[in-house]
């Protein structure tokens, strides 16, 4: 089993690396930034979809059977809760400082980051592929977020070299939440399956309460058909990388 700990370390070091992506923003335009960003999230919210629907749901449902809407209902409330109490992603400023919002982003990015490493450790453990799905679901979803989290940061009053050090140190709470989701789901017999099934709810949450939403924002006919070629494209992706490992097994 050590070679599942070694895809896990891989995977969860991969996407704390994402953090670092928002010092690229400062050299980018505003608009070539917001033009770039939407299409991301269109594809990351395909391809999240696509991961939720096709991989972890139907391989936590395998071994759980009807018991497995009730853990994708406990995963949806689960994220629900973490962003409405913690991350506070839509913060309104009646309701918000700045100071105390950029804190609790940390915080709340912090524990957003080790909830990913035990669901990436829970999906390696179960087979390389359904890792290597989860793994690129979790990252295309880290693009557009760590970036809103930079902003944030300097928005809040950070310098950028203080705001990404913090950023990426936050984000590497992912490697605690592998490390310990490898050692306790690996000794936990039959614990693998709820965490598939949660972290499919947390997909279909992130996918429908965060990323859909920004899409409907925009009116010009010809980015939302872009928009709609890079969610279609999204699911397009996981399915056929499922397809080739479900042909190689």
């Given at each position: 089993m050590v070679h599942v700990l070694l895809y896990t370390l891989i995977a969860v070091f991969i996407v704390s690396a994402i953090s670092l992506i928002g010092a690229a923003t400062l050299a980018i335009r505003k608009k070539t930034l917001e033009r770039f960003l939407q299409v991301i999230v269109a594809f990351a919210a395909g391809s999240m979809l696509a991961a939720a629907f096709f991989d972890l749901m139907p391989e936590a449902f395998h071994d759980l059977g009807e018991q497995g809407t009730n853990a994708v209902l406990l995963g949806l409330l689960f994220?629900?809760?973490?962003?409405?109490?913690?991350?506070?992603?839509?913060?309104?400023?009646?309701?918000?400082?700045?100071?105390?919002?950029?804190?609790?982003?940390?915080?709340?990015?912090?524990?957003?980051?080790?909830?990913?490493?035990?669901?990436?450790?829970?999906?390696?453990?179960?087979?390389?592929?359904?890792?290597?799905?989860?793994?690129?679901?979790?990252?295309?979803?880290?693009?557009?977020?760590?970036?809103?989290?930079?902003?944030?940061?300097?928005?809040?009053?950070?310098?950028?070299?203080?705001?990404?050090?913090?950023?990426?140190?936050s984000s590497l709470t992912a490697v605690a939440g592998a490390i310990i989701g490898y050692l306790f789901l690996n000794t936990i017999e039959g614990i693998t399956p709820y965490i598939l099934a949660i972290a499919a709810g947390g997909f279909i949450y992130i996918a429908t309460a965060d990323l859909l939403p920004e899409l409907h924002k925009e009116c010009e006919k010809k980015k939302i058909y872009l928009q709609t070629a890079a969610l279609l494209f999204g699911v397009l992706v996981i399915y056929f990388f499922l397809h080739i490992f479900s042909h190689g097994h």
């Open positions: 994220f629900f809760l973490i962003e409405r109490y913690i991350h506070w992603h839509h913060c309104q400023k009646e309701c918000c400082h700045i100071h105390p919002m950029t804190y609790l982003n940390l915080i709340g990015d912090g524990v957003h980051n080790f909830v990913d490493g035990v669901i990436i450790a829970a999906a390696f453990l179960t087979s390389f592929h359904v890792g290597l799905i989860t793994t690129l679901a979790i990252a295309l979803h880290e693009i557009p977020q760590e970036i809103g989290d930079f902003a944030v940061l300097i928005h809040g009053g950070l310098k950028a070299r203080k705001a990404l050090w913090l950023n990426f140190l």
